[in-house]
């Protein structure tokens, strides 16, 4: 059992020992370490890397001597993997591709946080809206994923339908639309996760849902696993959740394509 996305102090996570101890603790055979980075210098999200601290490109070579400080103990048996999830929008494909080739990850998720601006997990971005104008973030989502995609920038396409977590736009979404990023993922290295992040709290919801997780198998599109834990106390919950899912379903997730 291995969980592929983690967070920790070095963006909006616990600290990096006690999270690597967690997953140590936890059982699993390897944690990957993927804090959240922002690139882009458009006033909005260069706003959120700011208050959020997502500048993992200024501090990755830090993190890196962090992590080989708890490979290189001997009371740990789990494996820890260099990773890093990118904000993704089309207009910074340029620079992310350029820190990525600097930076050289162990591998790379990528994420869509943010339609036109707003980051679909505020609710309080959509409560105003028309329905048309909820639909029409819905498939500006859409698209931003397929380009995501399509780029072929990540190992990893994280959390596949967060739109799900928002009120006003769960269930907005259409077979149709899932048909459109599985036959996306199916031309594609980059393969998607199944995420935890909300699976064990009140919400309940498993990214993806059950009817697009159908939809990627009928394409036969290999899966990855991540608890999208924040919090050391959080890593051995959402891991058992999600070694029971994969069991209950007969599903064989795949490490990252970077870690191959």
Same mark, same amino acid.
């Given at each position: ?87 993704? *929008?089309? /207009?910074?494909?340029? =620079? $992310?591709?350029?820190?990525? +080739?600097? #930076? !050289? ?5 990528? @994420? ?74 199916? *031309?594609? /290295?980059?393969?998607? =996760? $199944?995420?935890?992040?909300? +699976?064990? #709290? !009140? ?5 993806? @849902? ?51």
């Amino acid at each position: 059992m291995n969980d592929f996305h983690t967070h920790t102090n070095y963006s909006d996570g616990g600290f990096l020992k006690g999270m690597v101890e967690a997953a140590d603790a936890a059982g699993l055979e390897g944690v990957g370490l993927t804090d959240h980075c922002t690139v882009s210098t458009r006033e909005q999200p260069a706003t959120v890397r700011t208050v959020y601290g997502f500048n993992l490109d200024l501090t990755y070579e830090r993190r890196r001597r962090a992590i080989e400080a708890q490979r290189d103990r001997e009371d740990l048996s789990v494996s820890i993997y260099d990773g890093v999830e990118m904000d993704y *929008d089309r /207009r910074d494909e340029v =620079e $992310i591709r350029e820190f990525l +080739a600097d #930076a !050289d990850f162990e591998y790379t998720i990528g @994420s869509v946080h943010a339609v036109d601006g707003l980051n679909v997990q505020v609710p309080s971005n959509f409560t105003a809206m028309s329905e048309p104008e909820l639909d029409a973030i819905v498939e500006g989502y859409v698209d931003d994923l397929v380009s995501l995609i399509e780029s072929e920038l990540f190992d990893v396409a994280a959390h596949l339908d967060l739109i799900e977590r928002t009120p006003a736009l769960r269930g907005r979404a259409t077979t149709d639309q899932y048909d459109r990023i599985a036959r996306a993922l199916a *031309d594609s /290295r980059t393969v998607p =996760e $199944i995420n935890a992040g909300r +699976a064990v #709290a !009140d919400m309940a919801i498993v990214h993806p @849902s059950e009817t697009f997780l159908e939809i990627l198998q009928e394409y036969d599109v290999s899966i990855t696993i991540g608890t999208d834990s924040h919090r050391p106390g959080e890593i051995g919950e959402r891991a058992a959740f999600l070694e029971a899912f994969v069991a209950e379903r007969d599903l064989e997730p795949v490490v990252p394509p970077g870690l191959n």
